[in-house]
């Protein structure tokens, strides 16, 4: 039985810490499936490795650990940055036909 502590389960799932500490409070709200932690001598938090890794691949493959707002504003940015590009690549192959 292998254990890990919240920096190892943060680097696992690519999240900070104080995420981990965040799906933990929503999921004992009832939101999520996260995995609670168990308890060790000490107060020291830690999560079983088989259930980090079973939520791991319960997860779908579209699902990321970055905030919906980030990806819209991360898609706007993209967008936008597509455009510049598409219009410089026209005003070049302007210049190039003449």
Partial sequence: MNVL???????????S?????????????GIGN????ISTRGGKRRWL???VENYLASQST????VPARKQRRC???FTERQSATD??????????SQ
């Fill in 5 to 15: 502590l919240i920096n190892e389960v943060a680097e696992l799932l690519k999240v």
């Fill in 17 to 29: 810490p104080s995420s981990i500490t965040r799906f933990c409070e929503n999921r004992r709200k």
């Fill in 34 to 37: 996260f995995p609670l932690p």
């Fill in 49 to 51: 490795q088989s259930d």
């Fill in 62 to 65: 579209a699902m990321s650990p």
């Fill in 75 to 77: 898609a706007k940015a």
């Fill in 87 to 96: 219009r410089a690549l026209e005003r070049f192959r302007g210049k190039e």
